[in-house]
């Protein structure tokens, strides 16, 4: 039922999306058809190989010590005998009805519930992050077009590479040492439930997150706007008297605001993969850092929620930035 | 006097990559990106000979200690060697750049994005579809489903091969070949794309219509006329591709999924550090492999950043700056 709901408000999302475009919506339609077509085969190749893994889930929930009867007794109970194709047909319909199953390591609590417990932390140092990441990105990327070929420009490229250059697993602990260990300005490690994200506790982990993004950004942002920043219509609004503001925002954004906002989305969508690294070694209960326990655990139920909403998460994603591309400019139909 | 002149042509024709290794090598700044890298690639290749104390090998007395003349690096928790650490985990880290490169996600990403257009319809639809079904899934995300799938069954299949898989699984080698074998079912989907766009373009082109009508085969069109022309391309793709395979494997190794201990490797040595516990008793565990690997991925990136400029044309020169 869950996923059926979805479907429907995605359907509705489409026909949002294509309003007064029928060029548009033809194209919504068949990328939408294609969906159903790219999620069967990648979620049964990732249940079968789950499944297909030796350690089969009797064992993680019996214990590694239990003897032939209690595991043959587990497989019973939890249908792990039946055939693949029909626990295939069985867990998908369990996710899509929204039913996940408790986990195996907290076994008091659904998956869903476990998740909603974490995805706060998760999302109160990505979100801030990059917000930091798009208002930073864009005002570095904005100075270094307008200062082009100058020193400044130099300086400001070549220290974006630096700062793209450091995985955020290294930097994190470079901060760590100096401005905990050694300054003792800023604490080691996250203390508290998610609204810490308002102390000094948060600092590192936004920095450390927001850095690499915004030198990526300030390049790209820089790259896209180059084009347009030598066009006639730039030097008629300079030599109207209008202030670099508004010049900014108004001609050379507006203009290169197309691969932007390709960019944007899934950039979103793949912040969470940064923050596998920042989550483990700040020691923050975020959702990442969840998913690699249950991982390491084995804790199928919550292995096959992860992949079966990842998977149909990042299908989404992709149909969105298609789609805004689009609407955006309706010639890429062609 | 005509056939020695079509050898001349032809063989200038192959040199692309040698003109842009002499361009590099012109380039001051590049030439110091050059040095870095050669570095990191000769403390790899003096390891297969030489470190100065085995990189194994307990001394609990000499634990911790900070750098010194014994010891360049200091020596880590159970007190063997940094720096003979370090070398050995910089030779993991320059097989996987070569070994992508000579037969990984650079050559798969040439074969899945220049040929199929050229030679069935369907494969380039086949191709461009899985392409876009994995590309949709975050790397990360999907390189652990990989793991969490296929690495007991590939342990299985190393163990039934005997004598050479004990062999592989003794020297850490069979950790670096499945972690080869995962980054390169997806690094080629970026740069595969990028080829693609590039070759669907010149395919139209006077000169591969002219190869066409004189009887060259597909094949002679694609190596001769097309891959020429898309070097710059490829040595970008190959550099940033290097880039992501060094951070694949550190992220993997750090999250004790890669190359397993005891054998070192950059994102196992780091692992070790990350605690505010170590990073206060013994910084030098983070300082010197950070350092370490920090500056070849730069050099990387530096490489590529120059390279840019320096094969751009007068215009594009202005533009990038």
């Given at each position: 039922m869950t996923l059926i709901v979805i479907f429907g408000l995605w359907f509705v999302l489409a026909i949002l999306i294509s309003k007064n475009r029928p060029s548009v919506r033809r194209f919504a339609f068949k990328r939408f058809i294609w969906v159903p077509i790219l999620f069967i085969p990648i979620w049964f190749g990732t249940y079968s190989m789950m499944k297909a893994a030796p350690g089969d889930p009797a064992y993680v929930i019996a214990g590694s010590h239990a003897s032939e009867e209690v595991i043959e007794a587990t497989r019973e109970a939890y249908g792990l005998n039946r055939p693949h194709i029909v626990q295939f047909v069985d867990d998908t319909w369990k996710q899509a009805n929204g039913n996940s199953g408790n986990s195996f390591i907290f076994s008091e609590k659904t998956i869903a519930q476990l998740a909603a417990e974490r995805i706060p932390y998760s999302f109160a140092i990505t979100f801030p992050s990059l917000l930091v990441i798009l208002f930073v990105g864009l005002t570095v990327g904005l100075w270094a077009t307008f200062k082009k070929g100058t020193w400044l420009d130099t300086f400001l490229l070549s220290s974006a590479l630096f700062w793209q250059a450091f995985p955020s697993l290294i930097l994190i602990q470079f901060l760590m040492l100096i401005f905990?260990?050694?300054?003792?300005?800023?604490?080691?490690?996250?203390?508290?439930?998610?609204?810490?994200?308002?102390?000094?506790?948060?600092?590192?982990?936004?920095?450390?997150?927001?850095?690499?993004?915004?030198?990526?950004?300030?390049?790209?942002?820089?790259?896209?706007?180059?084009?347009?920043?030598?066009?006639?219509?730039?030097?008629?609004?300079?030599?109207?008297?209008?202030?670099?503001?508004?010049?900014?925002?108004?001609?050379?954004?507006?203009?290169?605001?197309?691969?932007?906002?390709?960019?944007?989305?899934?950039?979103?969508?793949?912040?969470?993969?940064?923050?596998?690294?920042?989550?483990?070694?700040?020691?923050?209960?975020?959702?990442s850092n969840f998913a690699l326990e249950a991982l390491f655990a084995r804790d199928y139920p919550f292995l096959l929620f992860f992949a079966f909403w990842g998977i149909l998460l990042g299908l989404f994603i992709k149909w969105l930035t298609d789609m805004l591309y689009i609407r955006l400019d309706p010639r890429a139909t062609q | 006097m005509d056939t020695i002149n079509t050898k001349k042509t032809s063989r200038f024709k192959q040199s692309s990559f040698a003109e842009l290794a002499r361009l590099v090598w012109q380039d001051k700044l590049s030439r110091i990106a050059v040095f870095v890298i050669g570095i990191v690639v000769f403390m790899a290749l003096l390891s297969f000979f030489w470190t100065p104390h085995d990189p194994f090998t307990n001394q609990v007395a000499l634990r911790r200690q900070g750098p010194s003349w014994s010891s360049w690096f200091g020596t880590d928790l159970v007190g063997r060697d940094l720096f003979s650490r370090v070398m050995y985990a910089s030779r993991i880290t320059v097989i996987l750049t070569f070994i992508t490169i000579v037969a990984g996600g650079l050559p798969f990403s040439i074969g899945l994005g220049v040929f199929p257009i050229f030679y069935s319809k369907k494969a380039d639809f086949a191709v461009q579809r899985t392409g876009e079904a994995l590309g949709a899934l975050p790397a990360l995300f999907l390189i652990l489903i990989l793991r969490a799938g296929l690495r007991p069954m590939y342990d299985n299949f190393?163990?039934?091969?005997?004598?050479?898989?004990?062999?592989?699984?003794?020297?850490?080698?069979?950790?670096?070949?499945?972690?080869?074998?995962?980054?390169?079912?997806?690094?080629?989907?970026?740069?595969?794309?990028?080829?693609?766009?590039?070759?669907?373009?010149?395919?139209?082109?006077?000169?591969?219509?002219?190869?066409?009508?004189l009887g060259a085969s597909k094949f002679r069109i694609v190596s001769r006329h097309i891959l020429p022309q898309l070097y710059t391309y490829i040595v970008h793709s190959a550099l940033l591709m290097i880039v992501g395979v060094v951070g694949t494997e550190l992220a993997l190794s750090f999250l004790g999924i890669g190359i397993q201990l005891p054998y070192p490797s950059f994102g196992g040595l780091l692992a070790e550090s990350a605690n505010s516990r170590m990073l206060s008793s013994a910084a030098h565990l983070l300082i010197f492999p950070g350092l370490v690997i920090f500056s070849y991925i730069f050099a990387f990136l530096f490489l590529e950043l120059r390279l840019t400029l320096l094969t751009s044309s007068e215009h594009e020169r202005e533009v990038l700056q």
């Open positions: 905990s260990v050694k300054l003792g300005w800023l604490p080691a490690g996250w203390s508290g439930d998610w609204t810490a994200v308002f102390t000094t506790t948060a600092i590192i982990p936004i920095v450390t997150m927001s850095l690499g993004g915004i030198a990526g950004m300030a390049r790209f942002v820089r790259t896209i706007t180059l084009n347009v920043i030598d066009e006639p219509y730039i030097n008629a609004a300079k030599s109207r008297g209008l202030g670099p503001f508004r010049i900014a925002i108004r001609y050379v954004l507006h203009n290169a605001s197309l691969p932007l906002v390709t960019v944007l989305l899934p950039m979103f969508f793949l912040s969470f993969e940064g923050s596998f690294f920042i989550e483990r070694i700040y020691s923050i209960p975020g959702f | 190393v163990y039934t091969l005997g004598p050479a898989g004990r062999w592989a699984i003794k020297t850490g080698m069979a950790d670096l070949f499945v972690i080869f074998l995962i980054i390169s079912f997806i690094s080629w989907i970026g740069p595969a794309r990028m080829f693609r766009a590039q070759v669907l373009q010149m395919r139209e082109s006077a000169f591969v219509e002219r190869a066409r009508m």
